[in-house]
């Protein structure tokens, strides 16, 4: 039997074998359980493989997969950071930090395997709560645009409590190191779709199987040698509404400016809710622009409320698109993806698509701006509207005002 124990005490009472099963099985089956007090010892089993139909749910994934995470000590991913230095440390976070490392492998003539190692800060209840969703989420989902859990480590010892998770190396980052940091290459626009046509298929696959990601956004995709896009960080995934329930109600957290607004405004969580986070990075993919940028005008820095000013089927929406691409752009294909992101974005959930449909949507797109003629049509377009900027001026009202949208 694989168990995970997260304790909250460094001595903790002895307690009933078979009732600790018991309570094993009953978390295995909830996502990311609350942890009600510090004495409280939390386990989750994941049971042998069985022979099942193709999974439906989340749950279905608890009972067929057998979690054959790799079980760390500190000791290991000490070694293999060289003591978490910072010179390996390649990424931070609001719960920990990331590191580098190297893992020897179980072939002495193989090199070691290059990992990435988030070591969780040891202060907060929420971060321990974090560790343990993303190792029972990421031990039983599987997708190639999802990425792997290699292996945690769950230690309390002299040290206070440490909790670890190893994940495949990701060399290329994130998409959003690639869309916004200053120096770094530009993304060509077949490639930018390409990426966020791969992000589109690991959300709907994670929609399939039940599980609402809620932390969609442009810093958690990220990129492999040949920059395939993988969601990562699965710390505020929880399980789809079960039954006849519409929504799951949860605790308002994720990231400003990406968050849909009727969880914002109620915490009531669907999965409709990812596809509104979705079409905020397709705006991104578009603009080139983070969601909330405080170094612009006022009029600008709000990434949602600057593009009304430039619809999609207005002349002016090519002011919109990213100036890194220099024009070499399918301009039909942008409007196309510009027409998804309003649709994803849409204030009645509703009538959002689906992540299935979006899928879809993306994929065609991609085919007519295969067969666009783009370099000439988005220069063109482009030099169009700058000759009637000239002529009459700024546009009234364009500098001010906008519809809100709540992140």
């Known amino acids: ?34 942890l009600r007090n510090q004495s409280e010892t939390l386990s989750f089993n994941l049971q042998t493989p069985r022979s099942l139909p193709s ?45 580098k490392g190297k893992i020897p492998t179980t072939e002495d003539s193989d090199p070691p395997l290059v990992v990435a190692i988030k070591k969780l800060n ?70 930018r779709l390409e990426i966020i046509l791969g992000a589109a298929e690991g959300l709907a696959y994670l929609h399939e199987v039940q599980v609402i990601y809620r932390d969609f956004k442009s810093s958690n995709v990220l990129l492999n040698d040949e920059f395939c896009p993988k969601l990562s960080d699965f710390g505020l995934a929880r399980e789809g509404p079960q039954g006849d329930n519409t929504h799951v109600t949860t605790a308002r957290v994720g990231t400003h400016g990406y968050a849909a607004p009727e969880y914002v405004q109620t915490g009531h969580l669907r999965m409709k809710s990812d596809v509104y986070s979705f079409g905020v990075v397709l705006y991104e993919i578009i603009t080139g622009r983070r969601t909330i940028e405080r170094s612009k005008p006022a009029a600008e820095q709000r990434l949602l409320e600057w593009i009304k000013e430039y619809p999609a ?77 000239r002529v009459a001026g700024p546009v009234k009202g364009s500098s001010r005002g906008g519809v809100s949208v709540r992140g």
């Open 313 to 389: 089927d207005s002349q002016r929406f090519s002011i919109i698109v990213d100036s890194r691409l220099r024009n070499d752009y399918p301009a039909g294909g942008a409007r196309s993806l510009a027409k998804l992101a309003d649709l994803c974005l849409k204030k009645n959930e509703k009538e959002r698509p689906t992540m299935e449909i979006v899928v879809e949507r993306l994929k065609k797109i991609i085919e007519e701006s295969d067969s666009e003629a783009y370099s000439t049509s988005a220069s063109k377009e482009s030099g169009q509207v700058r000759r009637k900027s």
């Open 55 to 99: 999974p439906r749910s989340i749950r279905d994934l608890y009972t067929e997969r057998e979690n054959n995470l790799r079980v760390f000590t500190y000791e290991e991913l000490s070694e293999a950071t060289n003591g978490f230095s910072r010179k390996l440390k390649i990424g931070e976070g609001g719960f920990g930090s990331v590191y």
């Open 1 to 34: 039997m694989n168990c995970l124990f997260l304790f909250k005490s460094k001595k903790p009472k002895p307690r009933d074998q078979h009732k600790d099963k018991r309570k094993g099985k009953e978390i295995a089956r909830n996502s990311a359980p609350e």
């Open 122 to 191: 040891q202060q907060g209840l929420q971060g321990h709560k974090q560790w343990l969703a993303e190792v029972q989420f990421l031990g039983v989902v599987n997708h190639q645009n999802v990425v792997k859990l290699l292996g945690y480590c769950s230690d309390d010892g002299e040290r206070g409590i440490e909790r670890l998770l190893v994940y495949e190396f990701m060399s290329n980052r994130s998409l959003e190191d690639h869309l916004f940091t200053r120096g770094s290459h530009t993304l060509p626009w077949k490639q």
